[in-house]
């Protein structure tokens, strides 16, 4: 057989099966790449295995070619590796959705029965639904499970008021992790007051390993390049794990070099140190390389066995994972698809340009942009306290601000994504998922980095055209949202705290807020 375009490497190894003659088939999705979690009779019975590459899906938005990158080099890797495991695998790319692909494959051979695990994210999940209301006797839904929770069985607790501690600490129970019978060990169910400390100067950041692309990677890339041209950021150092052998040599790292400092710094940021001491698994766990029990409990097992592993390390890891990570997912199933509008302070500018060109004299934001742009990464403290955060205090619609982090990440999928902006970073739910709207000066992100001993802006000025933006942006914020602050407990005062500053101080909050606006630029879309 010819080997086709951008396709060679793993035409080279794979054996083409052709739908037409297999009576059993199973679709395996992008981000489900992980066999162990699939039914038993599959492995049992070897079906043929169905992997597509959707270009339009991948055009939906102009996703970071390394993301795309990521997940069809992923993709194929499974590819190869399932038929060296014995299945046959019918692995295609083509301009046409992935739908139209299976009925066309449906319609060329009648008695074949197909099987699909349902989508974590909704518009896969909607073209597939209506596949299987065609085929009904045909196509079957299998339950998807690469999570903890069963969404079922919690969405209807969705509402404002049901936080995560209350989940997770149920999670907990669920899953045994880190409890001693029915409390949890060490006395404290969450140690995040003991993760909120700064990098100290001249502190030892072990070095990430860097995986060079093979064969496989650089094909993929070269069809993102061609195909993709004018999507977000460049495929050139290239340097994710693209394979579950990769991924796994990637969390044995984390354990044994990051674990230990991974709580305390947490919330840390430091100047050209993007990762710190994150273990930088998500793309890994969001696409199925690897499985969020294999991380927690990897991690439990190294606090059981090694005494220099602090238990606020390993909690606030459980917590990201067990908690965090299977909240938001459940808060996607309940909020869908009408949260995609939510708008709740009627923020209605463009995205600043410099979430595309990362040109700013705004050193933290210059620092929390640079990784994104080269490697579609920054850490979730960069992501919520530097950049929602001032997408925030520029009035910058959160609907836009969410279709950024979904192109702009490797990590990046709707069920996470959604969730994060729209009810965490943002409040643009009103407060469903958060309790209060993440903003705040510059006074944290000097408290938690060494940026704004780089910048050009002053941290010790609060108005004025040297003085750092996030400080008079803040407090004209609380003026203007008011109602947000007032409605939360939590902040309530810090609306007292601007009425008492003098009416010249808030004069000129006003006018630097406005000054700063009104010289922002904004992308557009042409």
């Known amino acids: 057989?010819?080997?086709?375009?951008?396709?060679?490497?793993?035409?080279?190894?794979?054996?083409?099966?052709?739908?037409?003659?297999?009576?059993?088939?199973?679709l395996i999705l992008p981000d489900q790449i992980n066999l162990n979690v699939w039914p038993e009779w599959i492995h049992d019975e070897k079906p043929l295995l169905i992997l597509i590459?959707?270009?339009?899906?991948?055009?939906?938005?102009?996703?970071?070619?390394?993301?795309?990158?990521?997940?069809?080099?992923?993709?194929?890797h499974f590819a190869v590796e399932c038929s060296s495991n014995g299945f046959p695998v019918h692995y295609q790319s083509t301009d046409q959705h992935y739908d139209k692909v299976l009925k066309d494959i449906l319609d060329g051979n009648k008695e074949l029965a197909l099987s699909f695990m349902n989508p974590s994210e909704w518009d896969s999940r909607e073209r597939l639904q209506?596949?299987?209301?065609?085929?009904?006797?045909?196509?079957?839904?299998?339950?998807?499970?690469?999570?903890?929770?069963?969404?079922?069985?919690w969405k209807q607790k969705i509402e404002p008021g049901y936080r995560m501690e209350y989940f997770y600490r149920d999670m907990r129970k669920k899953t045994g992790y880190l409890m001693n019978g029915d409390e949890p060990e060490g006395g404290e169910w969450n140690y995040d007051e003991n993760n909120r400390e700064s990098l100290p100067s001249g502190y030892d950041i072990p070095e990430p390993t860097r995986f060079q692309p093979d064969d496989i990677t650089l094909e993929v890339m070269?069809?993102?390049?061609?195909?993709?041209?004018?999507?977000?950021?460049?495929?050139?150092?290239?340097?994710?794990?693209?394979?579950?052998?990769?991924?796994?040599?990637?969390?044995?790292?984390?354990?044994?070099?990051?674990?230990?400092?991974?709580?305390?710094?947490?919330?840390?940021?430091?100047?050209?140190?993007?990762?710190?001491?994150?273990?930088?698994?998500?793309?890994?766990m969001n696409n199925g390389l690897l499985l969020?029990?294999?991380?927690?409990?990897?991690?439990?097992?190294?606090?059981?066995?090694?005494?220099?592993?602090?238990?606020?390390?390993?909690?606030?890891?459980?917590?990201?994972?067990?908690?965090?990570?299977?909240?938001?997912?459940?808060?996607y199933e309940a909020m869908m698809p009408e949260v995609r509008d939510t708008n709740f302070m009627n923020f209605n500018e463009s995205l600043p340009k410099m979430y595309w060109s990362g040109e700013t004299r705004m050193h933290c934001m210059k620092q929390?942009?640079?990784?994104?742009?080269?490697?579609?990464?920054?850490?979730?403290?960069?992501?919520?306290?530097?950049?929602?955060?001032?997408?925030?205090?520029?009035?910058?619609?959160?609907?836009?601000?969410?279709?950024w982090f979904r192109f702009a990440y490797v990590d990046a999928h709707e069920w996470v994504v959604l969730p994060n902006v729209l009810g965490m970073s943002t409040f643009a739910d009103g407060g469903v998922l958060a309790s209060k709207p993440y903003v705040s000066s510059g006074n944290y992100i000097n408290k938690m980095s060494d940026y704004c001993k780089s910048c050009e802006y002053s941290i010790s000025k609060k108005t004025g055209e040297d003085a750092c933006p996030f400080n008079y942006l803040y407090w004209n914020f609380v003026d203007e949202q008011r109602d947000a602050f007032e409605e939360s407990g939590r902040n309530s005062f810090m609306v007292n705290m601007y009425e008492k500053k003098s009416e010249e101080n808030k004069e000129a909050i006003r006018n630097s807020t406005e000054n700063f606006l009104e010289q922002l630029k904004r992308y557009k879309n042409s």
């Open 53 to 76: 590459e959707s270009y339009p899906v991948h055009r939906t938005l102009p996703y970071h070619k390394k993301r795309l990158t990521y997940l069809l080099s992923s993709l194929r």
């Open 368 to 403: 929390s942009l640079k990784p994104v742009i080269e490697q579609g990464y920054s850490h979730h403290i960069q992501r919520l306290m530097v950049l929602s955060n001032f997408s925030n205090l520029t009035k910058t619609d959160p609907r836009e601000l969410n279709e």
């Open 1 to 26: 057989m010819e080997k086709r375009d951008y396709l060679k490497e793993i035409d080279g190894v794979i054996e083409e099966a052709d739908p037409a003659d297999y009576d059993k088939a199973v």
């Open 292 to 331: 969020p029990w294999e991380i927690c409990e990897r991690a439990i097992e190294a606090y059981r066995e090694n005494d220099e592993i602090p238990i606020n390390s390993v909690e606030g890891l459980v917590r990201q994972i067990l908690g965090w990570r299977e909240f938001v997912h459940i808060y």
């Open 222 to 284: 070269e069809m993102v390049d061609e195909k993709f041209p004018d999507h977000f950021g460049k495929t050139d150092h290239f340097y994710y794990a693209t394979s579950r052998k990769q991924a796994m040599e990637l969390l044995d790292e984390f354990i044994d070099n990051r674990l230990d400092d991974f709580g305390p710094y947490e919330d840390a940021m430091a100047s050209d140190e993007p990762l710190l001491f994150h273990s930088g698994l998500s793309p890994y």
């Open 130 to 153: 209506e596949l299987r209301k065609k085929y009904e006797n045909r196509v079957t839904k299998i339950s998807n499970t690469f999570f903890f929770a069963d969404p079922d069985d």
